[in-house]
């Protein structure tokens, strides 16, 4: 994973984790790997990576079973919830970025059709 200095490490991680579980590449109720193991795949220091379960336990997204790990929600509601908070921040940092550079709501509608035929007919 690289990260961006501009952000903190423990939120891009965090996000991607989210990311993760919202697209099932983390499966609801599957393990996550121990705060050293995790550490060591993404090349962090592992205070880090347990800040990251901390917070994210803090939101219900991750708990911890005592002598057994950490491990993803599996409330369906709960990820219903994260999928659509991630799907917001992508449409209003989209319509946002479109804003300024003098679209309207019409020109971004009629352009998201034709990007989205443009791809369709490429796959």
């Given amino acids: 994973m ?4 501009n952000i903190p490490i423990y939120i891009q991680v965090m996000e991607k984790i989210k990311q993760d579980i919202v697209s099932g590449k983390l499966k ?3 393990k996550m790997p121990s705060s050293r193991d995790y550490s060591g795949l993404l ?3 592992f205070n880090t990576v347990a800040r990251v379960y901390r917070e994210m336990e803090t939101e219900g997204i991750l708990f911890t079973k005592r002598g057994l790990g950490t491990f993803i929600t599996e409330s369906p ?3 219903d919830s994260l999928r659509h908070e991630m799907a917001k921040k992508q449409i209003e940092a ?3 970025g479109m804003k300024q550079i003098g679209f309207t709501k019409k020109d971004m ?3 998201i ?3 989205f035929n443009n791809q369709e007919r490429n796959e």
């Fill in 109 to 111: 509608i009629k352009f």
């Fill in 28 to 30: 609801s109720g599957g």
């Fill in 113 to 115: 059709e034709m990007e």
């Fill in 77 to 79: 509601e709960l990820i």
């Fill in 94 to 96: 989209f319509i946002n």
């Fill in 43 to 45: 090349g962090i220091n």
């Fill in 2 to 5: 690289e990260f961006n200095n």
